[in-house]
């Protein structure tokens, strides 16, 4: 028998090896020729695989959760919740019945938020979309959440920024779930009809005037009797959220929650 007999899976795997050598050398160089830096504060990092540098995992963990009120989203202090209500929700019927977040919005988050939204760093969707996984995960009101719904940009600004950030952390969000064997489908059926300022530049009164009429889900939405969990990066006074939320209960749903990354003080 021939001692150069052809080996099928040879080439292959010479191939394959080579291919790997190559992207490590790739890697190599351009982790050369670009230093990897922190996403939030920009410092060197060691691996471009990592997103922060420790200072700033260690600021972002001593931030997470805290305590907060699970109708607006705002801190509360540990002895302030009344089923898990602060004492201005207390009273309310909000079109929003049950919120989770992330954390506040401050530091680091703030930081990693701004650039994903405004700096055009898409690619922080995998990175801030494990963490609000891991808040749904966290959540025990969430457990029976029919559809995950994006909260809509207008085309217009849709256009300008090339993304919407939103659907892009729920993207994140229904894939990992999947992992975890929870199946949540993305529904793009509500819609922004009408382009508005941005709720940062207005004062809190004027801010749900400027929504008002902004939301609406197309007529065949198949939104009845299901419980919608709608995703958005930032909430402030929630405005946002009660009106879109609105429009959903327009459709029939049966209970809509939100999950967002952050809620920013209401000052």
């Not at 989203?73 to 049950?98: E, K, T, V, W, Y």
């Not at 729920?170 to 993305?186: C, D, E, F, T, Y």
């Not at 529904?187 to 940062?200: G, K, V, Y």
Request: with cysteine; hydrophobic share 40%.
């Amino acid at each position: 028998m021939s001692r150069n007999r052809f080996i099928p899976n040879r080439p292959i795997k010479v191939f394959e090896s080579c291919f790997s050598a190559g992207r490590r050398l790739s890697h190599g160089l351009m982790e050369l020729i670009y230093p990897p830096a922190c996403a939030a504060c920009g410092s060197a990092i060691a691996d471009s695989d990592d997103f922060l540098c420790l200072d700033c995992w260690q600021n972002l963990r001593e931030n997470l959760p805290g305590n907060y009120c699970r109708v607006c989203g705002h801190d509360i202090g540990d002895f302030s919740l009344i089923d898990g209500r602060c004492h201005n929700c207390q009273n309310r019927r909000p079109a929003i019945s049950h919120i989770t977040r992330v954390g506040p919005y401050g530091k680091v988050l703030r930081q990693l938020i701004l650039s994903f939204k405004f700096g055009r760093q898409s690619q922080l969707d995998q990175f801030l979309g494990s963490l609000l996984t891991d808040a749904f995960l966290g959540d025990e009101h969430l457990a029976d959440v029919d559809l995950l719904v994006p909260i809509p940009l207008h085309w217009r600004r849709r256009w300008s920024r090339t993304y919407n950030q939103a659907e892009l952390l729920a993207k994140v969000v229904a894939r990992q779930l999947k992992k975890q064997g929870r199946s949540i489908p993305i529904n793009c059926d509500l819609l922004r009809i009408r382009h508005t300022e941005p709720q940062t530049s207005l004062a809190r009164s004027h801010r749900l005037l400027n929504l008002r009429g902004a939301f609406a889900a197309r007529v065949d939405a198949d939104y009845s009797g299901k419980h919608i969990c709608l995703i958005d990066d930032v909430t402030t006074t929630g405005t946002t959220l009660r009106v879109a939320g609105r429009a959903l209960r327009k459709t029939g749903v049966a209970r809509v929650s939100a999950a967002v990354l952050a809620v920013a003080a209401n000052d």
